[in-house]
């Protein structure tokens, strides 16, 4: 078994005993005008259940050392609220020369951002179906064809992967890439990205069934890796399957680092939310494990966070580091990379509420969404937000 990390805190004990599922679930408490720097204070929404704070000086465990060192963390320059007003948006990807489309999860729209922060709206993506955690989810540009834009959707009782053209301004005719991926009204997963081998990776859920994700008849609960027109890769690890990796309970964030590896963020239950290096075929251990179980049958996450801190969404590589969006843990946290090897992850901004996705623009700079008005916590005026931050 490869070596793994671990962040320990001394709270992570008393949030296994008190146990509720991280579904991307309401914050621990609702936001205070303090929490948005010269926003309106929130209304009053439905009580929520207090979570310890974690212990930050307890040591985290190395099960080996890094062969290089680890570089240190990187600090924002300067953070910019770059765009407003958006309706519980889920996706940025960006266009060749800079502007970003921004997918809307419940109305199933997408909006045009420029650089300036000027919003424009596309149009609607045909047959979404917003329920809960459903809807119009992750989008990405193909790199080999930059007017070809992929989305993953809820479209009624499945999940699809589809395509269109964006070209002045519009969207063509849609045809589905990919379809038969169960749906639910949580755990969807529905991040999509493309890797230097220029193949679609696909993040599922287990729908709400954790039977799935170890059963390899089934789409659910997995990674999944597939051509551009939706095929089959014949040097795909498991023979004619478009199964990358399997085990996975909710995986919300992919990002390929410098050596092409590729990193996943992964919703956890009660215990211990996930980052992954995912290996071809691997099994990520759910529902049989959760976090660092040490047990050679799966492979280890190599780090993990109580799920208080985290219940992590997006994630992007800058900078040799990994910035990874979290949704209860309101924070955007990096984790610096060497060569495979992780170092300590540390908050880069919070102040902002719930943190849905992040992404590198072509200049180098990172855009954040926030979260903040999906139904999960009480927006402030102006959400939600595109943050365009420097990275040094």
């Not at 953070?79 to 940025?92: F, H, K, N, R």
């Not at 040799?320 to 992780?342: C, H, K, N, Y």
Request: with cysteine.
């Amino acid at each position: 078994m490869k070596a793994s990390r671990l962040i320990g805190f001394l709270a992570a004990a008393a949030l296994v005993v008190a146990g509720c599922g991280n579904d991307d679930e309401p914050d621990a408490a609702p936001p205070t005008a303090t929490d948005f720097p010269g926003a309106e204070p929130p209304g009053t929404g439905p009580p929520h259940t207090e979570s310890p704070e974690p212990d930050s000086t307890t040591p985290h465990v190395t099960a080996s050392p890094p062969s290089t060192p680890v570089p240190g963390p990187v600090e924002p320059t300067d953070v910019e609220e770059l765009a407003t007003g958006l309706d519980a948006p889920w996706s940025i990807a960006f266009l060749p020369d800079g502007d970003a489309l921004v997918s809307q999860r419940d109305a199933g729209t997408v909006v045009h951002v420029s650089q300036d922060g000027e919003q424009t709206e596309v149009g609607e993506v045909p047959g979404v179906d917003g329920d809960v955690e459903g809807g119009l989810l992750g989008i990405a540009f193909d790199p080999e064809s930059p007017e070809t834009l992929y989305a993953y959707a809820t479209m009624g009782s499945e999940n699809q992967v589809v395509r269109t053209t964006y070209t002045d301004g519009e969207f063509g005719e849609f045809e589905t890439v990919l379809d038969g991926i169960p749906a639910s009204s949580r755990h969807n997963g529905g991040r999509i990205v493309f890797g230097p081998d220029g193949m679609l990776y696909v993040a599922t859920g287990d729908a709400g069934d954790g039977s799935n994700s170890p059963d390899l008849d089934t789409l659910a609960g997995k990674i999944l890796r597939v051509t551009p027109d939706g095929d089959i890769p014949g040097d795909n690890p498991l023979g004619d399957s478009p199964i990358y990796s399997y085990g996975h309970r909710n995986v919300q964030g992919l990002a390929f680092d410098d050596d092409a590896q590729l990193w996943a963020s992964e919703f956890g239950d009660s215990t211990a939310d996930e980052l992954n290096l995912i290996e071809p075929g691997g099994d990520y251990g759910w529902p049989d494990v959760e976090g660092i179980a040490e047990n050679d049958e799966y492979i280890d996450p190599e780090l993990e966070w109580p799920v208080a801190d985290a219940s992590p969404s997006g994630l992007a590589y800058v900078a040799q580091t990994l910035f990874m969006a979290s949704l209860r843990g309101s924070v955007l946290w990096q984790i610096p990379l060497s060569d495979g090897e992780v170092g300590d992850p540390e908050e880069f901004i919070g102040d902002y509420g719930r943190l849905r996705d992040a992404a590198v623009a072509p200049d180098g700079s990172l855009w954040v969404l926030t979260n903040n008005t999906d139904g999960r916590r009480d927006p402030n005026q102006g959400d939600d937000r595109i943050l365009r931050i420097t990275v040094e």
